[in-house]
């Protein structure tokens, strides 16, 4: 599963430079200061026993091994020699081998020497065994290594690497915030909403992407204001002429009545075109968002398209949730799939409602019984200015779907089309819940 979340991104690669960075330190400190420091310590212990090997070895010495001489220098420097079958002589076996150390005193003795440490019950005890000893262990208490020592190393880089954790994570947090502010506005635009200026904060090129996406929100808001400008001279402008077009026809004579009607059909249809051109350039008020119920708009268009000419089947669901959305809008989109239905349809339209399992969604679906859509074109009758296929006649402005397409993404719905197995075109449009 790739992870897009820049956020999430950050944190990964911070994290892992943060282990990396940590093992690299580990690896640094025990190489170049506790492996030399390992040596020098083998080296030490390997002459001391070596130079006691050579006294045993001399056949003129006159301290043997067992001499309270001998016993006190090996004591001095804590070294014990115990036989390989003593009960202490275990902790030999049950101890880990030391390959570097084993090497090391191999070659300062002269002979093959096996080095083990173990955790003791006061502190950490290294074992030696020496091929010149063949039924003897040396014992050599590391008084000065205590495994308390290693608790603070271990607690302090915890500690720092959750500090810096924490510190990194704030900070891309800090970072990241003006990209979720604009994130959110985007989304406003998106949605046919102007938000106010985004404050110019954060790092140089979010100051910059912020600067630019205030001008771009400056530029939609003037194109919206002339969209409504423009909007009103077309109602205005032609409306008016388209009017008194109309009067004067209903003026003419008796004998000019087929030129009359042909006029006044003219006018209808351009006034009809009129409105869907301005209800597609409409913008989407939030403010004007009311609780609305499906089953009510629905109905209501049902009754109202419905004639002796066409059948208007309903099925509607008794638990359907409201919706928050603008009602006037939410029943210019039903009614333009009714409509449509209507109008390619054999006579029979279906209209149904439902409810998403995790009740989140809602959904209106509208069924004709036509000569349905040919596939490649489906995707594109939900485009401006499409009249589908001529299977489907070529009435109207091309803007039905377009207009309920438009009005779904104001309220963050969705439209789909679709033929029907029994033939004829399934429209379903999906609204979210309040």
């Not at 003129?60 to 002589?89: C, F, K, N, Q, Y």
């Amino acid at each position: 599963m790739r992870i897009r979340s820049s956020f999430t991104q950050l944190i990964i690669i911070f994290v892992t430079l943060l282990i990396a960075s940590q093992v690299y330190s580990y690896y640094a400190v025990f190489n170049y200061a506790l492996l030399p420091s390992l040596k020098q310590f083998n080296k030490i212990i390997g002459h001391e026993i070596g130079l006691m090997l050579d006294d045993t070895k001399n056949p003129e010495a006159e301290i043997s091994m067992d001499a309270p001489l001998r016993r006190h220098i090996l004591e001095r420097l804590g070294v014990t020699i115990h036989p390989i079958s003593s009960p202490i002589a275990e902790e030999y076996f049950h101890a880990f081998e030391i390959d570097i150390m084993s090497k090391e005193m191999t070659q300062e003795l002269g002979s093959p020497t096996d080095v083990r440490m173990m955790l003791g019950e006061e502190s950490y005890v290294l074992w030696i065994k020496i091929a010149a000893m063949p039924d003897s262990l040396m014992r050599i208490p590391l008084s000065e290594l205590q495994e308390e020592d290693f608790t603070p190393l271990f607690r302090n880089s915890l500690i720092m690497a959750v500090l810096i954790v924490a510190g990194g994570w704030l900070f891309i947090r800090l970072q990241n915030r003006p990209l979720i502010s604009l994130e959110r506005a985007a989304k406003d635009v998106g949605r046919g909403e102007i938000p106010p200026p985004l404050p110019e904060k954060g790092a140089s090129e979010i100051r910059s992407v912020t600067l630019a996406f205030n001008q771009m929100s400056k530029g939609i808001q003037a194109l919206e204001e002339d969209r409504a400008l423009l909007m009103a001279g077309i109602s205005h402008d032609l409306r008016t002429p388209l009017t008194r077009i109309r009067l004067a026809t209903e003026m003419m004579s008796p004998q000019d009545s087929y030129l009359a009607e042909g006029i006044i059909s003219d006018t209808e249809e351009c006034n009809q075109i009129i409105s869907q051109f301005m209800d597609y350039l409409k913008p989407v008020c939030q403010e004007a968002f009311l609780a609305v119920n499906l089953n009510d708009i629905a109905s209501e268009i049902a009754s109202s398209e419905g004639n002796y000419h066409v059948e208007v089947a309903v099925n509607f669901s008794d638990t359907l949730k409201d919706i928050y959305a603008n009602p006037i809008a939410i029943k210019r989109a039903i009614s333009n799939l009714v409509v449509n239905a209507i109008r390619y349809g054999n006579g029979w339209v279906s209209i149904t409602t439902g409810m998403s399992a995790d009740g989140k969604q809602v959904w209106v679906s509208v069924e004709d019984n036509g000569p349905g859509i040919q596939q490649d074109q489906i995707t594109k009758l939900l485009e401006p200015f499409t009249r589908g296929d001529t299977a489907r006649g070529s009435e109207g402005t091309g803007l039905g779907l377009a207009i309920v397409k438009r009005i779904a993404n104001q309220h963050n719905g969705t439209i789909s089309v679709s033929n029907r197995s029994e033939g004829g075109v399934r429209a379903l449009l999906r609204l979210p819940t309040k």
